[in-house]
Structures are given as structure tokens and as C-alpha cells.
């Protein structure tokens, strides 16, 4: 019986020893929340005021968010007298075994910070790889980017993958090249040909005069000559003017009575001659 009430009056004593740690460190919880919040607040600020890129600006407010917590916990155990060591100890071998377990995943989150970081390309961007991936950027993500194909597929690109190949960025540049051929018939005319597509480029508006328009017989086909047609244009409305512009060139060449040959294959069947 003296056993037990010594047991329970050493519980009371350990109690009674351990409040004032514990309200000291329910204070500094509620004053870490408190500052925490009014960091993480004055981070926003600055992001507002900078020229950050919005990918970049939710990954640090993340991070600084992620350390800031952390960095409470930790602060809050040691004041109340739980050892940090073995946070410490059970946290590292948590991250050795999840990035044992994530190495794919690890590699797209190392190539979202380099994305995210170098910025070879933005949201918005018109992109594509090497893997014949291309689209606009809606979203960069930590692990993945996600492109809007031109048909309104949205594709889902591991980062780890995009920063390991090559990236061609057509929004990063102020103007970008057309390119498209066309047949003529050998009994038309040339130049008349190549001037009537002149003028239809020059009066399209979203062709650059500088650039000018380049067109030229590029080689002489089995049906017909072959016309190869440059042009330069905006690269937000590109697409458009790759269509359009053919249309027009199509309309003013039937206006002007040139024909765009269609391929034909001549046939010679030979018959023997019965003999009297």
C-alpha cells in the first residue's frame, strides 16, 4: 500500500513539475500560430508586389509554410520536455524510406524546381518536346506540368521528364515562321502564280510585312511545280493564320484560273496484234 501511494504521489509530483512547461509552451504555440500567420501574410504581400511567377509563388509559400510549422513543433516539444532527438531521428528515417519508395516521383519533384526555378517556360506558353508532346501551359505543378492540346486534350507531363528534354518554346519569341507548299500546273505561268500569292500574304493582316513573305519554286514535281510559301506571323494567333492564309491563297489562284494539278498516272495498255 505505501508502494502504491509513493507511485501515485510521484505521478503528482511529475505533474505538478511539468505545468509550468506546459503553459510555457501553450504560450509559445499560441504566439508561433500567431507570427506564423502574420509571416506567411507578409510572404503574400511581397509575392503581389514582385514579378514572381504564380507556379514559383505557391511552391514557396509551400515550403516556407511546410519549415515554419516544423520549426514550431519542434520548438513547442523541447520547451514541454519531449526529446526532439527522436523527432528528429523517426523524421529522417521517414524521409529515407518514402524517398526509397518515390524515386520517380522524386525526380519530377526535383524537375519542377528547376522549372519552377529557370523558367524555361510559363503558364500560357505554347511548348513541345522532344517526345512529340505539345500544348499550352495551363498549370505548373511541383510533379507535373499540364498542356492543353490543340484538340482540348489535357495532358499531364511528369517534370522529370520535361526538364531532361529538349523544349521548344514558340511563346517566348516575338514572331514565328509559316511554312506551306503548293502545286501548279506546268502550263501556268510562274510568276504570276508566285506574285497573285504575294499579294494574298500582303493583304492578310496578321502577316508581317517584316519580315517579307517568301515564296519560290522549291522543286518540279511528276504532277506539277512545286511553290514553297514563308511567312511570318504572331505567334499568338499562328494557327490561325496557317489556315486562313491557305484558304486565301487557294481562292486567289482559282480566281486567276491557275490550277493546282492533282497527281495523275498515266497507263499504256498494250495489246498483241492478231495475225492473219
Same mark, same amino acid.
Do not use: C
Given at each position: 500500500?505505501?508502494? @502504491?501511494? +509513493?507511485?501515485?504521489?510521484?505521478?503528482?509530483?511529475?505533474?505538478?513539475?511539468?505545468?509550468?512547461?506546459?503553459?510555457?509552451?501553450?504560450?509559445?504555440?499560441?504566439?508561433?500560430?500567431?507570427?506564423?500567420?502574420? /509571416?506567411?501574410? &507578409?510572404?503574400? $504581400?511581397?509575392?503581389?508586389?514582385?514579378?514572381?511567377?504564380?507556379?514559383?509563388?505557391? *511552391?514557396? @509559400?509551400?515550403?516556407?509554410?511546410?519549415?515554419?510549422?516544423?520549426? &514550431?513543433? /519542434?520548438?513547442?516539444?523541447?520547451?514541454?520536455?519531449?526529446?526532439?532527438?527522436?523527432? /528528429? !531521428?523517426?523524421?529522417?528515417?521517414?524521409?529515407?524510406?518514402?524517398?526509397?519508395?518515390?524515386?520517380?516521383?522524386?525526380? #519530377?519533384?526535383?524537375?519542377?524546381?528547376? /522549372?519552377? *526555378?529557370?523558367?524555361?517556360? $510559363?503558364?500560357?506558353?505554347? =511548348?513541345?518536346?522532344?517526345? #512529340?508532346?505539345?500544348?499550352?501551359?495551363?498549370?505548373?505543378?511541383?510533379?507535373?506540368?499540364?498542356? $492543353?492540346?490543340?484538340?482540348?486534350?489535357?495532358?499531364?507531363?511528369?517534370?522529370?521528364?520535361? !526538364? #531532361?528534354?529538349?523544349?521548344?518554346?514558340?511563346?517566348? =519569341?516575338?514572331?514565328?515562321?509559316?511554312?506551306?507548299?503548293? %502545286?501548279?500546273?506546268?502550263?501556268?505561268?510562274?510568276?504570276?502564280?508566285?506574285?497573285?500569292?504575294?499579294?494574298?500574304? #500582303?493583304?492578310? %493582316?496578321?502577316?508581317?510585312?517584316?519580315?517579307?513573305?517568301?515564296?519560290?519554286?522549291?522543286? &518540279?514535281?511528276?504532277? +506539277?511545280?512545286? =511553290?514553297?510559301?514563308? !511567312?511570318?506571323?504572331?505567334?499568338?494567333?499562328?494557327?490561325?493564320?496557317?489556315?486562313?492564309?491557305?484558304?486565301?491563297?487557294?481562292?486567289?489562284? %482559282?480566281?486567276?484560273?491557275?490550277? =493546282?494539278?492533282?497527281?495523275?498516272?498515266?497507263?499504256?495498255?498494250?495489246? %498483241?496484234?492478231?495475225?492473219?
Amino acid at each position: 500500500m505505501e508502494r @502504491f501511494q +509513493g507511485g501515485i504521489d510521484g505521478m503528482i509530483n511529475t505533474v505538478m513539475s511539468s505545468i509550468p512547461k506546459i503553459i510555457v509552451g501553450v504560450i509559445i504555440l499560441g504566439i508561433g500560430l500567431l507570427v506564423i500567420k502574420l /509571416i506567411l501574410k &507578409l510572404i503574400q $504581400r511581397r509575392f503581389v508586389k514582385s514579378n514572381v511567377d504564380e507556379s514559383l509563388r505557391v *511552391f514557396i @509559400f509551400r515550403i516556407a509554410k511546410f519549415a515554419l510549422y516544423t520549426l &514550431l513543433l /519542434i520548438t513547442v516539444a523541447s520547451t514541454v520536455g519531449i526529446p526532439t532527438t527522436s523527432f /528528429i !531521428a523517426i523524421f529522417s528515417a521517414a524521409s529515407l524510406a518514402v524517398g526509397l519508395a518515390l524515386q520517380g516521383s522524386l525526380s #519530377n519533384f526535383a524537375g519542377g524546381i528547376l /522549372i519552377l *526555378f529557370f523558367r524555361p517556360f $510559363r503558364v500560357g506558353d505554347y =511548348i513541345s518536346n522532344n517526345s #512529340n508532346t505539345s500544348g499550352t501551359v495551363e498549370r505548373i505543378d511541383i510533379l507535373y506540368t499540364t498542356l $492543353r492540346t490543340s484538340d482540348g486534350i489535357s495532358v499531364f507531363s511528369p517534370n522529370g521528364t520535361l !526538364a #531532361n528534354s529538349v523544349i521548344s518554346n514558340y511563346s517566348s =519569341i516575338t514572331r514565328r515562321r509559316l511554312e506551306f507548299v503548293l %502545286d501548279i500546273s506546268y502550263d501556268s505561268n510562274i510568276k504570276t502564280a508566285e506574285n497573285i500569292i504575294r499579294k494574298a500574304l #500582303n493583304d492578310y %493582316d496578321q502577316v508581317l510585312k517584316t519580315p517579307a513573305p517568301d515564296v519560290f519554286v522549291n522543286k &518540279l514535281g511528276d504532277s +506539277g511545280i512545286q =511553290i514553297k510559301v514563308y !511567312a511570318w506571323t504572331n505567334p499568338e494567333v499562328y494557327w490561325n493564320t496557317v489556315y486562313n492564309i491557305q484558304e486565301k491563297v487557294k481562292t486567289a489562284l %482559282d480566281q486567276a484560273n491557275i490550277n =493546282i494539278p492533282f497527281p495523275q498516272t498515266e497507263m499504256r495498255i498494250i495489246t %498483241d496484234t492478231p495475225k492473219e
